[in-house]
Structures are given as C-alpha cells and as structure tokens.
C-alpha cells in the first residue's frame, strides 16, 4: 500500500497539473508574461494552498469568532486591515517562495531536493528512506523548534522588534491576524526556515504540506475564539496551540507583572516554551491584546501600504544605532524612533525619584517618618 505520503504527493500533483493547464497557463498566455511568469506549476501550486487556507479561514474559522468570541467587539474595524494582509500574503506565499528559489543555491552545494541523490537527513540516516512518516515528525520538530528561536529572536532584538511589533499591534486579533507582518520580517524569516528545510532535504511538496499545517495552526490559534474543553482542554493546550495559549502571547503588557508577556512564542507546539521555560498556563481572565508603546500602537490607524512604511521607519531608527542590538524589551519614543530600553526607564525613574524624594505631607514634623520608623 503507498504511503500517505505518497498518495498525497501524487494527487497533489495532479491537482496542480489540472489548475495549471486549466487556469494559470491560459491566464499567463492571455497577458503574454509567459517567459516573466516562470513555471506555471509553481504558480498552481500557490494558487491552490491559498485557497485551501481561505476556504478554512472564512469558511470555519471566522463562523466560529461569532459563535464562541473570545473578546466582544462593538464593531470589527480594526480586523480589515489584517484581513487585507491575509489575502496579500497568501497571493505572495514567501515560505513557498523562499524555497524554490534557494533550490538552485542548494543544488550548487550539493544538497536540497534539487539534486538527485538523497540528501539532507536522508543522507545522514539511510533508515528514514524506509521509515517516511517518521522523517515526516522529525522534519516537522525541527521546522517547529527552528521557529521557536526565530520568533524569540524577534522579540529579544530590537530592530527585529520594531518590525514584528506590528503584528502584536492588533487590538482586535482574530483569524486574519496572523499575516499581519511587515513584509521584510515575513522575508527574513521564510529564508530563515526554507533553509532549515533544504538543510534537512525536504522535498517541495512535504514542504508545502508542512506550510500548510503550520499556517492552518496559527490562523487558528490567533482566532478571537473561546474554547474551554474542561480537563480535555487543558490537557490539549499542553500538545498542540490553540487560541487561549497563544492569546497569552499577544496580551498587553502588564504594569504590575511587566515580564509576564514574554511567553508562549510556539507556532504549533508548546514544548518548546515548556522545555526552555517560557510557557504560561493560568485560569484568570485573559488580558486585552495590543501593546503599551503609543509609537507602535499607532499601527491600529493606518492601511497596508502606509503601516509597512511605518515600521520600516522603526526598523531602520533601531538598526542604525548600538541600542538596537542590545537584548531586551524596548519602546521607541527615542529621536528617530531609536529605541529606549525598559531597563533604562527604569532605572532613570528610580534615579529621578532619590534625586527628588517625595515629600513628607503638610503639618507633619521633618522627624515623624523616622519616629515612624522605628
């Protein structure tokens, strides 16, 4: 009997091959962009995960956000601008794109699909010719915990932050939210990963599969859906992301707990966060989303084009000096939008305060806080 992997590769193939005889290689000649076009099949291929990832996403997904909503909303404004992100990205497909086009690069150092030789994992360990659905799992952990260091890098570092700062902007994040990125970030990271992948020897469509899988998780895990299982929950959150989990990532920061959003940064599985400490598991009523800086809560007013602009304006103010490479929580209120980081807040706040003690209060004796005291 074939694999599953199998059967899904050549049905998968085929599906592809009927949308580009069909409809891209008709649409390409009609435009005559043939030769600028490049493989139609590349292009089917597009076409096809994102309408499986639409069709899921209004089809399920948004349905469930009036059925079961996490937070209620008076209206649903600020949710546009990330539902026009979503379309704009799924037309774009980095992650896949990324991937083919550091195929040619693989083949020069010989390794990657692209060659014909087994490579990658396959290389290493000959067992997993045989063993597919295991290569399939351990493709997948790596490709999950490869995103776990990423999207902890974006938050540690400030430049990166000035970028990613724009999808934790959202103070209504629902199942459209997940591509709301600025578009270099979503770049440099899909490099970052599509060579994680070629390094390990994936082939094209077990790439798109795992894609696939990774972005239906977090379309829904970024749901305003309220799901609580009892004991089955809880016990599923510890397996596999869903909403509460990675709404706790999204939280606004708390003032009286300002380390506790810094957490939760899986993409698909929790046991990155539980392995190295960073996840968070409470029962108490989830926080609001957004964050506290106003220079990146400015993002909630603007469009695609004017909000990409924007964070570019941050990417280049913290790229451009020393504070934008040290490691830490920042805000960017700084000349040029270069960024200040917390600790240095602090740290002037708690200098400021023993340079101008607060007063004793009128009709009190200089010495009744010392009397006071002891």
């Not at 934790?168 to 770049?187: E, F, I, K, P």
């Not at 920061?253 to 966060?273: I, S, T, Y």
Request: one cysteine or more; charged letters at 15%.
């Amino acid at each position: 009997m074939a694999s599953f992997f199998e059967f899904f590769s050549q049905h998968w193939q085929l599906a592809i091959d009927g949308v580009s005889t069909q409809a891209v290689v008709p649409v390409v000649q009609a435009l005559d962009i043939a030769q600028a076009a490049g493989d139609p099949r590349e292009i089917a291929e597009a076409v096809l995960i994102a309408a499986i990832q639409l069709l899921l996403i209004a089809g399920v997904m948004r349905p469930l956000e009036s059925l079961l909503p996490a937070e209620r909303w008076q209206d649903r404004r600020l949710t546009t601008v990330d539902r026009n992100f979503t379309l704009l990205m799924l037309l774009g497909l980095f992650p896949l794109f990324s991937f083919l086009v550091l195929m040619p690069f693989a083949q020069l150092l010989g390794a990657g699909p692209a060659t014909s030789e087994a490579s990658g994992l396959k290389a290493l360990v000959p067992w997993f010719e045989d063993h597919p659905y295991v290569l399939f799992a351990v493709y997948y952990l790596v490709y999950d915990c490869a995103y776990y260091w990423i999207h902890r890098a974006q938050h540690v570092l400030p430049w990166w932050w000035a970028m990613h700062s724009m999808h934790h902007s959202q103070r209504q994040m629902s199942c459209w939210t997940n591509d709301r990125s600025n578009y270099l970030d979503g770049m440099l990271q899909s490099i970052i990963l599509a060579c994680v992948a070629l390094a390990m020897g994936v082939e094209p469509a077990e790439f798109a599969l795992l894609t696939l899988l990774s972005e239906l998780v977090q379309n829904f895990s970024h749901a305003n859906v309220a799901l609580r299982l009892g004991w089955l929950g809880k016990v599923g959150e510890r397996l596999l992301i869903g909403p509460r989990f990675h709404r706790n990532h999204h939280m606004l920061r708390d003032a009286q707990r300002p380390e506790r959003h810094n957490c939760n940064f899986g993409q698909v599985l929790p046991w990155w966060d539980q392995l190295f400490g960073t996840a968070l598991y409470h029962d108490e009523t989830m926080r609001p989303t957004g964050v506290g800086d106003p220079v990146v809560d400015a993002d909630n007013g603007m469009g695609v084009i004017a909000m990409q602009w924007y964070t570019l304006q941050r990417f280049w103010g913290a790229v451009r000096c020393r504070a934008g490479w040290r490691l830490g929580d920042v805000s960017f209120s700084g000349p040029g939008y270069a960024p200040i980081h917390d600790q240095d807040l602090e740290a002037q706040a708690s200098s400021s305060f023993a340079s101008h003690p607060t007063p004793p209060p009128l009709g009190s004796s200089p010495d009744a806080g010392q009397k006071t005291a002891h």
